[in-house]
């Protein structure tokens, strides 16, 4: 079975501050790593993906995130944030399989002028 | 761009009604999930269902629930007897493999 952990439930930042969101996982098995961004009253939207080859994986409005499997974590960054950005961030891991997604409580994402 | 596709956007029903949740999967998908997401908890599994099967489900997933794919393009979550405690948002979701998962936009559960 797969668990994370998303340790900071809420995360203020300054505008064009730099952020990061912690994601820590247990499996027992090869994993699939996902970070999914929720803005508010809305779905889940895949923001990136690790299944395989380059742990440093990017997606296409400037988060990064890097799987790194000594320490079981899938952290996400942004070197420079935007107003824009304000939302919910859940981390979530699966099996290598079309296994369930297990998602952590999420991390709120605050951004102040 | 394909998406998964979820009515209604939101339901009101009393308590001890019975709901369905409806989803259109991406069509070229075979793997489905329902997940939930109280108000400001965190998302959490129901089940899945692949091959006109349940596969997995969670705790959660009691004699209350049951899933359909009724036509091959339609997959419904029915909830018998709603209780309070049953009001969430419900994400519908599909899956190709190896993929990530595709939710719908949900559908707002509230029971009076």
């Known amino acids: 079975a797969q668990s994370v952990t998303q340790l900071d439930s809420q995360v203020p930042v300054f505008e064009e501050a730099p952020v990061e969101l912690r994601c820590n996982y247990s499996?027992?098995?090869?994993?699939?790593l996902f970070w999914y961004v929720q803005y508010p009253n809305q779905g889940l939207q895949l923001l990136l993906k690790?299944?395989?080859?380059?742990?440093l994986v990017e997606s296409i409005n400037g988060f990064e995130a890097e799987f790194n499997k000594s320490q079981t974590s899938f952290h996400l960054r942004k070197p420079s944030v935007h107003i824009s950005d304000t939302a919910e961030y859940f981390c979530a891991v699966s099996g290598q399989g079309a296994q369930k997604l297990v998602f952590g409580q999420g991390t709120r994402l605050t951004i102040n002028p | 761009e394909p998406e998964v596709t979820q009515t209604p956007s939101h339901q009101v029903t009393q308590m001890g009604q019975e709901v369905i949740l409806r989803c259109v999967p991406i069509s070229n998908h075979l793997y489905f999930y329902w997940y939930r997401q109280i108000l400001g908890q965190k998302v959490e599994f129901l089940v899945s269902f692949y091959n006109n099967e349940i596969s997995e489900k969670s705790e959660i997933f009691d004699d209350q629930f049951s899933v359909e794919r009724p036509d091959g393009s339609n997959f419904t979550l029915k909830i018998r007897s709603t209780k309070l405690e049953d009001s969430a948002m419900y994400f519908c979701?599909?899956?190709?493999?190896?993929?990530?998962?595709?939710f719908g936009q949900g559908t707002r559960l509230t029971v009076v």
């Open positions: 690790y299944l395989s080859g380059s742990t």
């Open positions: 979701a599909s899956r190709d493999f190896p993929s990530e998962a595709f």
């Open positions: 499996s027992s098995v090869s994993v699939y």
